[in-house]
């Protein structure tokens, strides 16, 4: 049965583009990196052989082209889980529903989908400098909660275990975490034996909900010791960053296939950072755009 989707609820443009990205159903390539910062599109697209189509809208820039003759498309989405919920829907909705019909198509196209971020290190053995790839992402950002299906894409022991050991309770379990595992083909091209593995924590937030305290007391100020000796079925949480947990949890909902590698610009247990991360950057960028 086919389903129609109102004007309301699918915001379309005047020019048949996607309300918020602004691009058009032709436009999406199968293979996508996400990045939070708009300027990393041209970082990566500065890497392609030839540039299709462009297009800047808000902070969700799209850039698509082709890198040694695999066609792929890179987004930005900012920061923030909210801004993924976005992005993902939207990309879905170009390749997934028609747009002159409103209705959903008979063959659904799957995307494979890279997220390339920044995080922040959560271990002794996650220095600055390291590549961490999403097995498992951890939303502290509620996202996912509202989507009905929840409770069959998501981990729910490994969330229960964490809860348990976290020991928190009412204010500080609202909204409640959801776990959720990275595609596993896609973590082992991407990652291969050269980047760290584990846990990561997505957050709303950078400051208190990373354990972060500058004038503002924490309601937890145990949290990222806790955080750090959590052990899950062989897995550590390894890094906190803003986004993966949407990005995982959409992409499982949707039928796409997701994960995160992110480079550690600092590390919570050494008190040190590294905002000068350019050739890092750059290195991790190649990886990924001849594994994908
Ligand atoms: C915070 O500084 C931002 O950096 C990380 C976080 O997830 C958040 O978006 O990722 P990006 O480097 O992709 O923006
Ligand atoms: N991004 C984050 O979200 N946290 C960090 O500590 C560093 C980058």
Known sequence: MKT???PSE?????????????VKPEQLADKIIVVGDPARVDLIASYFDDVECQIVSREFHTTTGTYRGKRISIISTGIGCDNVDIVLNEIDALANIDFQTRETKDRLRSFEIVRIGTCGGLQPDTPIGTYICSEVSIGFDGLLNFYQGRNAVCDLPMERALLNHLGWSGNMCCPAPYAIHSDKELVERIARTDMKRGITVACGGFFGPQGRQLRIPLADPHQNEKIGSFEYDGLRITNYEMESSALAGLSRLLGHRATTVCL???NRVAQEANTDYKKLMNNLIQMVLERI
């Open 10 to 22: 699918l915001l379309i443009n005047e020019d048949g583009s996607v309300y918020h990205l602004h």
């Open 4 to 6: 129609y989707f109102a």
């Open 264 to 266: 550690v610009i600092a």
